[in-house]
């Protein structure tokens, strides 16, 4: 395996940090940059030698072998064609955005689109910052890559040389796929934790009641809204369509347990329960 002995990371967070993190502790990488649009992300990159270098973006791109893109997904739009336009045709460049369709439309035509591959590892915690990275966030995790067969045979084998040295295994599915799919077991699992904890806020005004009463139920519910919501915002907007499908059977569901509730419906709610628990199955086969 040809290592990549520069690799430029753009986006200092947990993701972007922590994919860096592996890469130099497997030996794959010789020499990291990294740029953030914060000066205090790097210098604490820096101090926690998860980069190398910190440096300017066009000096990362013109030095780096591959180009990884870990920042939110609104900015990754407006980016990665300026990336592209940059780089020579041994460059590769990775994204590591959860929507798809809307940075594909973004550089479907562009000359160099064969040198970018689409990634979605699903991975990730509620933490943020260089700080909170590890290098074993991606073990045993799937990544996501979309529409590849718009990458070159090289690119797509220096990202699938990436997925596997991480600890991830590939999936394959086109961009509009993906954000459907997510849509539904991610996106909605991070509104309706946002939603729940705003909700016990406003209800429960005396938050020392709140802490004692929690249960371990409640905080892994409600852990999600811990997220950084300047990622968040821009995955829920572009992601629109979908969330909003997605939310109207959400909501169509709380709605019946609502009611159900109200009639004091205990066998309905019996039976309405016992075909969600059958979940566990679909989970526990996956995990095996």
């Known amino acids: ?49 998860i980069i190398d270098e910190g440096c300017a973006l066009k000096e990362l791109i013109e030095k780096a072998d591959l180009i990884i893109i870990a920042i939110p997904v609104d900015a990754i739009k407006q980016l990665l064609p300026k990336v592209l336009n940059l780089v020579d045709k041994t460059q590769v460049v990775m994204d590591l955005g959860s929507t798809k369709e809307g940075i594909a ?34 073990q045993d995790k799937v990544n996501i890559i979309c529409d590849r067969e718009q990458s070159s045979k090289y690119a797509l084998e220096k990202a699938l040389e990436v997925v596997s040295i991480a600890g991830m295994r590939p999936k394959y599915m086109t961009s509009k796929e993906h954000d459907r799919h997510i849509a539904f077991v991610s996106h909605l699992s991070h509104i ?19 802490f004692d009463m929690a249960g371990s139920g409640f905080a892994s519910t409600v852990r999600l809204a811990k997220s950084s919501p300047d990622m968040w ?13 997605v939310l109207d ?11 159900m509730i109200r009639k004091a419906d205990s066998t309905l709610l019996n039976q309405t329960m016992k075909k969600a628990n059958k979940i566990r199955k679909v989970l526990d086969s996956n995990a095996q």
């Open 105 to 138: 439309k973004q550089v479907f035509s562009h000359k160099n689109r064969k040198n970018y591959v689409a990634c979605h590892p699903i991975a990730g915690t509620e933490n943020n910052g260089p700080s909170a990275a590890f290098s074993s966030l991606f």
């Open 1 to 49: 395996m040809e290592r990549a002995k520069h690799i430029g990371i753009i986006g200092l967070g947990l993701m972007g940090s922590s994919l860096a993190l592996k890469l130099k502790k497997i030996g794959y990488v010789s020499h990291v940059y990294g740029y953030d649009h914060s000066a205090e992300t790097v210098q604490e990159a820096l101090n926690l030698q």
């Open 192 to 210: 309706s934790s946002f939603t729940l904890g705003q909700t016990v806020l406003e209800v429960e005004e005396d938050e020392e009641s709140i």
């Open 249 to 259: 059977a959400y909501i169509k569901n709380l709605e019946n347990y609502k009611s």
């Open 233 to 245: 915002a821009p995955i829920f907007v572009e992601n629109a369509d979908n969330i909003l499908e």
